[in-house]
């Protein structure tokens, strides 16, 4: 096989050929590492594998740039296994056999192989399958990097033989331990303010990978006296940040916006609503999720609360951005300060679950029509109680089927209109329990 796939010294020739400050600062030892203490710590799970000697298949679930490539390579060294690295990107059948093949061969030869799958989410089905025999016979130990959800992007069969580890972000500490590792490697600091070096930081948006790449563009730049943050922010962009809007970032954002709306919190529903729209979401997705809480969280406490929604999606088709995108974050401040119920959504889900238990039940023959003798003969109909001939316009009867008790599904809570619902309801519940004596 070729050695494409395997850990390669430069060769000779290029060995003075210059190298990125990322690749510089690749740490030599897993104690080097920054941010991930709390899986790399003795207590964490990867230090306890190493404590023990025994490193399982794992994967490595992270965003950009927080250390993924970096730790499998370390891990490889620290249990003495031949690093592999390939990426689902460029990997077909034949090359995935070429490698299971040099691993056996490897393993026959007393030394193990650790296959670094990079991208490993974008392997199809059958692809991730064909790594769980080699898996299992300890051909290879499979370490996989994601920046997307496992749980949703591999195998239950791939998930149940490896562990997930969660790699965090970077904090702005810990890129500044990494800014100043960076300055210790050019052997002189950033020409920046202090501000202009928070903004720098601020830039790389937890990636540690970008701070390099800016780190190394400053160091570049020829200037006399340190820059501002408006003279650094003219020179360069800030990084774009991350969002996939058909990936995680996509659902854990929707979800903060949703729970902001839930827990009546308008400055954190219009933080979250405005970082969607700055990652490109699709206005009409937010004014479809945004009547979908009016309807599921604020409900008959405000009926009002989903008119206001409608209107503002109205508004929204009429106006389109940015003029329209006013009327949802109206929208979303109206909902999270109107009062919150989801009675009628608890409510729908216990009938739903009360039908499909009872579905084959009939309703009782007296709220059937009887168009015909033969039904009439049959009973259907018979002793019905016109709700309007009753003094109160309410006749007590019963309306479930004969062989189901008679369940609370609707419980009103005590705000906003519901309140008065309430009333209505303990009302109807009192008079139905007098005629019914």
């Given at each position: 096989?070729?050695?494409?796939?395997?850990?390669?010294?430069?060769?000779?020739?290029?060995?003075?050929?210059?190298?990125?400050?990322?690749?510089?600062?690749?740490?030599?030892?897993?104690?080097?590492?920054?941010?991930?203490?709390?899986?790399?710590?003795?207590?964490?799970?990867?230090?306890?594998?190493?404590?023990?000697?025994?490193?399982?298949?794992?994967?490595?679930?992270?965003?950009?740039?927080?250390?993924?490539?970096?730790?499998?390579?370390?891990?490889?060294?620290?249990?003495?296994?031949?690093?592999?690295?390939?990426?689902?990107?460029?990997?077909?059948?034949?090359?995935?056999?070429?490698?299971?093949?040099?691993?056996?061969?490897?393993?026959?030869?007393?030394?193990?192989?650790?296959?670094?799958?990079?991208?490993?989410?974008?392997?199809?089905?059958?692809?991730?399958?064909?790594?769980?025999?080699?898996?299992?016979?300890?051909?290879?130990?499979?370490?996989?990097?994601?920046?997307?959800?496992?749980?949703?992007?591999?195998?239950?069969?791939?998930?149940?033989?490896?562990?997930?580890?969660?790699?965090?972000?970077?904090?702005?500490?810990?890129?500044?331990?990494?800014?100043?590792?960076?300055?210790?490697?050019?052997?002189?600091?950033?020409?920046?303010?202090?501000?202009?070096?928070?903004?720098?930081?601020?830039?790389?948006?937890?990636?540690?990978?970008?701070?390099?790449?800016?780190?190394?563009?400053?160091?570049?730049?020829?200037?006399?006296?340190?820059?501002?943050?408006?003279?650094?922010?003219?020179?360069?962009?800030?990084?774009?940040?991350?969002?996939?809007?058909?990936?995680?970032?996509?659902?854990?954002?929707?979800?903060?916006?949703?729970?902001s709306v839930r827990g009546s919190d308008p400055d954190a529903a219009l933080y979250w609503f405005a970082?969607?729209?700055?990652?490109?979401?699709?206005?009409?997705?937010?004014?479809?999720?945004?009547?979908?809480?009016?309807?599921?969280?604020?409900?008959?406490?405000?009926?009002?609360?989903?008119?206001?929604?409608?209107?503002?999606?109205?508004?929204?088709?009429?106006?389109?951005?940015?003029?329209?995108?006013?009327?949802?974050?109206?929208?979303?401040?109206?909902?999270?300060?109107?009062?919150?119920?989801?009675?009628?959504?608890?409510?729908?889900?216990?009938?739903?679950?009360?039908?499909?238990?009872?579905?084959?039940?009939?309703?009782?023959?007296?709220?059937?029509?009887?168009?015909?003798?033969?039904?009439?003969?049959?009973?259907?109909?018979?002793?019905?109680?016109?709700?309007?001939?009753?003094?109160?316009?309410?006749?007590?009867?019963?309306?479930?089927?004969?062989?189901?008790?008679?369940?609370?599904?609707?419980?009103?809570?005590?705000?906003?209109?519901?309140?008065?619902?309430?009333?209505?309801?303990?009302?109807?519940?009192?008079?139905?329990?007098?005629?019914?004596?």
């Amino acid at each position: 096989m070729s050695d494409l796939f395997d850990r390669t010294e430069p060769a000779a020739a290029g060995a003075a050929a210059p190298r990125p400050l990322a690749d510089r600062l690749r740490p030599h030892a897993l104690s080097e590492v920054i941010g991930q203490e709390m899986v790399l710590s003795p207590e964490g799970p990867l230090g306890a594998m190493l404590a023990s000697g025994s490193l399982s298949s794992l994967i490595l679930w992270g965003p950009p740039g927080v250390g993924k490539t970096t730790i499998a390579r370390l891990l490889a060294d620290a249990t003495d296994l031949a690093f592999v690295q390939i990426s689902a990107i460029f990997t077909g059948v034949p090359d995935l056999r070429k490698v299971f093949e040099t691993a056996k061969l490897r393993r026959a030869q007393g030394r193990g192989t650790l296959l670094f799958v990079d991208e490993i989410h974008r392997f199809n089905k059958a692809q991730q399958d064909s790594f769980l025999p080699h898996m299992e016979d300890g051909t290879i130990v499979l370490v996989g990097a994601t920046t997307e959800n496992p749980s949703f992007e591999l195998n239950s069969a791939l998930l149940s033989r490896a562990q997930v580890i969660v790699l965090d972000r970077l904090t702005p500490a810990d890129l500044e331990r990494l800014a100043q590792r960076a300055e210790r490697d050019l052997g002189r600091a950033l020409p920046l303010r202090p501000e202009a070096r928070d903004a720098l930081i601020d830039m790389a948006d937890g990636d540690g990978r970008a701070l390099l790449n800016l780190v190394e563009q400053v160091a570049a730049w020829k200037i006399a006296e340190p820059l501002s943050t408006e003279a650094l922010s003219k020179r360069l962009m800030r990084r774009a940040a991350k969002y996939d809007k058909t990936g995680d970032e996509h659902y854990n954002l929707i979800s903060a916006l949703h729970k902001s709306v839930r827990g009546s919190d308008p400055d954190a529903a219009l933080y979250w609503f405005a970082r969607m729209l700055e990652g490109g979401e699709d206005p009409r997705y937010l004014a479809r999720r945004i009547t979908r809480m009016a309807v599921e969280d604020i409900a008959l406490a405000d009926p009002q609360a989903q008119s206001v929604c409608l209107h503002a999606w109205e508004i929204y088709e009429r106006l389109g951005s940015p003029e329209g995108e006013l009327a949802l974050a109206q929208a979303l401040v109206y909902l999270a300060l109107a009062p919150k119920s989801n009675a009628g959504y608890m409510a729908y889900k216990a009938a739903r679950d009360l039908a499909r238990r009872t579905g084959s039940e009939p309703p009782p023959k007296h709220i059937l029509n009887a168009p015909t003798r033969l039904m009439k003969e049959q009973g259907f109909g018979a002793g019905y109680a016109y709700d309007h001939d009753a003094e109160d316009a309410f006749s007590g009867q019963n309306y479930f089927p004969d062989g189901v008790r008679r369940p609370v599904l609707y419980q009103p809570v005590e705000r906003g209109y519901e309140r008065e619902l309430k009333k209505r309801l303990d009302w109807f519940a009192k008079l139905r329990a007098e005629r019914n004596r």
